[in-house]
């Protein structure tokens, strides 16, 4: 693709201020130009807010379940317990839970919220719980769509926010959800995947602020040719329709379980996340030394210190609360963010070095300064 067609449709996708001066692209970057690059969008997160069920099933428990124990998990792992919506509970109850705080923080009046977005790849709904949340949550003059990319689902779904605040449009606040239950699609004769996984949503409100950098530079990928190391396929079961002459047979539909080669996303995980960060945050014009907190999605322990080494960049530094929750796939960044936010921990200003992973294969960074 000739260079000027690749910069024209990236500033489309990018926003106006794509390519503005005071955020310009360092030359690796712009040698390596890839679509899904660029530096700040106009706008800035005022508000994060997040809900968790409260069941919850520790290590312990799980060795009622599976053969496994607290200390393999663990030390493996870093997760001590997880939450798990029951039977009745539903996720856009803790995505309306979460939204509502992080509403409440931001103070911003639902009815000026002009667009939601929910990731998940377990709504309630198959046809999507953002307008339901949105209507939950009385922000009645918003535009809602759910957003599936997996664990990515949170990342991808703000640089798809800050896209519609940055662009020439009326939009001014944007609320993005990532709700995640699954609990509800583990296979739990599978000991590999069952103990990772725990449920729960987080919120963030986005504001359109053109003078400040709040999402300061971001980068996203994906490749369908690792779809294979993790997925929940779709597995319906005919279903004969009586059309005229001998019939139809359809699909009724229902999907199998997760199915995950745990030592492949592993391996991916430590491979792809440092170098994206480190896209995102060249094209943010920083580097490692400007971040104050790194957020990863909450996965394993054992991938954020190797991340956190490869960057040169100490534990301390690293946000998590892995050992509480698990892995709750598109809440996970949110989740840690609101409760380092609340605590605290993260300040006005701050830099966050924020990157998520998951199935698809999808990857992705946004360095994100914080108020
Ligand atoms: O949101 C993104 C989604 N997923 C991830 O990020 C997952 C990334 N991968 C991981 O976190 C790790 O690969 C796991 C935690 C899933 C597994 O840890 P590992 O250190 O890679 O273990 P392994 O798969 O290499 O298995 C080592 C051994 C095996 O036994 P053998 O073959 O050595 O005898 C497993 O059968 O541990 C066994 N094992 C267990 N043992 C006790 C696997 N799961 C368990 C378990 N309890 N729950």
């Known amino acids: 693709m000739k260079l000027s067609l690749a910069l024209g449709l990236l500033s489309i996708i990018g926003g106006a201020d794509a390519f503005s001066t005071s955020r310009s692209f360092s030359p690796r970057i712009k040698s390596q130009l890839h679509m899904a690059t660029a530096g700040s969008l106009g706008c800035r997160p005022i508000g994060i807010g997040s809900a968790a069920p409260k069941t919850i099933i520790t290590n312990s ?20 317990q997880r939450r798990v919506l029951q039977h009745e509970e539903t996720i856009k109850g803790l995505a309306t839970d979460a939204g509502k705080q992080a509403l409440e923080m931001s103070g911003v009046d639902p009815e000026d919220i002009d667009l939601v977005i929910c990731a998940t790849s377990s709504s309630d709904d198959l046809f999507g719980d953002a307008t339901s949340i949105a209507a939950a949550l ?11 990319a997996a664990c990515s689902g949170f990342l991808f779904s703000t640089v798809t926010a800050g896209q519609f605040l940055n662009n020439p449009s009326n939009m001014k606040n944007a609320l993005v959800v990532g709700a995640d239950a699954l609990s509800r699609w583990v296979d739990w004769d599978d000991r590999n995947s069952c103990i990772l996984f725990g449920d729960g949503a987080g919120a963030m409100v986005l504001t359109r602020d053109k003078g400040s950098h709040g999402v300061l530079g971001y980068s996203a990928h994906s490749n369908g040719g690792g779809y294979d190391e993790l997925n929940l396929g779709y597995c319906g079961s005919p279903r004969m329709v009586a059309t005229p002459g001998d019939g139809t047979t359809l699909s009724e539909g229902s999907y199998k379980k997760i199915a995950m080669n745990g030592r492949e996303v592993y391996k991916f995980a430590t491979r792809e996340v440092p170098r994206v960060l480190n896209e995102a945050l060249e094209a943010a014009d920083l580097t490692v030394d400007d971040v104050d907190w790194l957020l990863l999605h909450q996965a394993n322990i054992r991938i954020m210190e190797t991340v956190a080494s ?7 530094k690293v946000i998590t609360n892995l050992a509480d929750y698990g892995n709750t796939s598109a809440a996970s960044i949110p989740i840690a963010l609101d409760e380092a936010v609340r605590s605290g921990k993260v300040k006005k200003g701050d830099v966050i070095a924020c990157a998520g992973f998951g199935a698809g294969l999808s990857w992705g960074s946004a360095i994100l300064r914080w108020g």
């Open 61 to 80: 428990d799980l060795e009622d379940v599976v053969e496994t124990s607290d200390e393999w998990i663990s030390t493996r792992t870093g997760i001590s």
């Open 310 to 316: 490869r960057l040169g960049m100490p534990m301390e």
């Open 138 to 148: 009385g922000c009645k003059n918003a535009m809602g769509f759910d957003l599936t």
